[in-house]
């Protein structure tokens, strides 16, 4: 089974400042997908950013961009000019495609993020 | 946009008892739809994996007699609770797929069983 790791379980950044999160995944799939969710208080899961492994472009959305690495199969998550509502649990997915052809999504442990005024 | 509409939010049903919560996609038929359980400040555990029409596929170690999943539409899919206990107190998610659509989730739902 693949896995999902975030080894950072806590960060804190300067508003307007920019913070990295990490995350690493193990697996022999060659195409995959990998996704980045965040969780504030309320903890419903928003989807922030994807990338599709076989494009070797780094995905961007706005103020957060990926840097996927598939050789080393690490997937980071910046964030630019931090605000106040970036303050939330950051989690990192693998999507998994199972023996029976169906399909289920991989989280890491998750980071929370504190963004200081 | 694709909207996952889960209810109740939040629920205090007695021990012994039996919580039913729903998944619906408001805008979208859903190919896939999955159930979490959430402890406090944990990651997202799967509990289930439906498909419309078909039997609800179990991760190990979660119970199919208490965890009771129903995927009758690819609108819906409903988990019940039966004979709850206090330690099956936690957070459910439910999520739906649609395919090249990626996921979308509800809201959760807080179940507390006293």
């Known amino acids: 089974a693949q896995t999902v790791t975030q080894s950072q379980p806590e960060m804190s950044v300067q508003e307007a400042e920019t913070v990295t999160l990490s995350c690493t995944y193990d697996t022999s799939e060659s195409d995959y997908y990998l996704f980045w969710y965040k969780q504030p208080p309320s903890r419903q899961m928003i989807l922030v950013i994807r990338q599709e492994a076989y494009k070797q472009q780094n995905a961007t959305e706005n103020r957060f961009s990926v840097n996927f690495q598939k050789a080393a199969k690490s997937f980071s998550l910046k964030i630019s000019d931090s605000q106040l509502g970036d303050a939330a649990m950051y989690f990192c997915a693998y999507r998994e495609l199972t023996q029976g052809g169906s399909e289920k999504l991989v989280f890491g442990k998750g980071m929370k993020l504190t963004v200081n005024p | 946009g694709a909207v996952v509409s889960q209810h109740p939010s939040w629920v205090i049903c007695k021990s012994g008892t039996s919580v039913k919560i729903e998944c619906r996609s408001l805008?979208?038929?859903?190919?896939?739809m999955f159930w979490y359980r959430q402890f406090p400040k944990q990651s997202l555990m799967l509990m289930a994996t439906s498909n419309e029409g078909s039997k609800a596929t179990y991760e190990q170690g979660v119970e199919k007699d208490k965890f009771l999943i129903n995927h009758a539409s690819l609108t819906l899919s409903t988990l019940t609770v039966t004979s709850a206990h206090p330690e099956d107190s936690s957070f459910y998610i439910c999520s739906a797929s649609r395919r090249n659509y990626g996921y979308t989730f509800g809201s959760g739902t807080r179940l507390t069983v006293v």
């Open positions: 805008d979208f038929q859903a190919t896939t």
